[in-house]
Structures are given as C-alpha cells and as structure tokens.
C-alpha cells in the first residue's frame, strides 16, 4: 500500500489510537526501567528476585491505573460521556501497553527467581532488555517518517540516550 493510500484509509481514530500505544509503551518501558534503577539503589543482596517482581507489578499496576482513569476523565472531558464499545478497548488497549512494557524484565527477573541467574545479573539483564525495547521502538517508529536518515539515527539515538541515561544515574548513584 502506497503512503498516499494509507493516508486516505487511516481514520482520525485509528491514527490517534497507534499514537496513544506507542505513547503508553514509550512511557511503560521508561516507567519500568526507572523502578528497577530504584530497586537497584534500595534493595540488597538479601532482596530475592520474587520481590523485585513483586515491586514491578505493584509500581506497573499503580502506572496502569493512573493512565487508565486519566484516559476516562479525558474522554469524559471531551466527549461528556464514558467511553463505550470500541472506545472502551482501545482505551484498554492503550493503558494495557505499560504493563506489557515490564513483561520481558518480569520474565528475566524470573529466571532468577528460579535459579538459573542471580538476582544481580537479572537486574542488568533486565534493564538492558528495556533499552533495547526502547531502541526497537524508536528504529520501527522512525522508519514509517518521512525524515531523512540521519534525523530519523538521530532520534533513535535519543530515545535509547534516555534509557541510557537512567541506567548511567544507576551506576552513579549506586
């Protein structure tokens, strides 16, 4: 499909709805890489790795609420009614991305849970992983621009430099 016909097939809302995904997956993933930089800094060597999941899911689901009820006041605001059908899942669908953002570092986390890495280890992997997540959905939202390759490496580079930079204010602090 040519980008004149994607243009013309895409409605408002569909357009709106890809944004508010890569939006809620950006900020989840960011979100997610903040709180284990945390747990890194304020827990110990005695702190198990079920416990950092535990932390996750509880700071995740903290996130996913917030971001679930201020997409129903906003569309309450604009529309004066609650969302309904289709509005109701992508708004679901939205918020749901933060917690789908910490699902690979829960998954590393449980490797440690089950002894095949140390809680340490897992910890890196972990918020490595969330860079690379921020990476990859950068490269795949920057390929779809119509800016040319070098800003296009540009912002790539500075959306994996944010999580580069809350790793690096780990090492520091830690």
Known sequence: MTDAARETDDSPVEVEHVVALLRERVYGAISCLATLAVLTRYSDAETSALARIL????ATGGLWAASLLSHYVAQMAVFGKPPRGKHWIQLLQASGQIVQAAVPPAIVLLLAVFDVLDTDTAMWIAMWTLVGELGLIAVLAMRRTR??????????????GIGLLVVGIKIIAH
Do not use: E, K, M, T
């Open 55 to 58: 932390d996750i899911a509880v």
């Open 147 to 160: 800016l040319p390759w070098w800003q296009q490496a540009l912002s790539v580079a500075a959306l994996v």
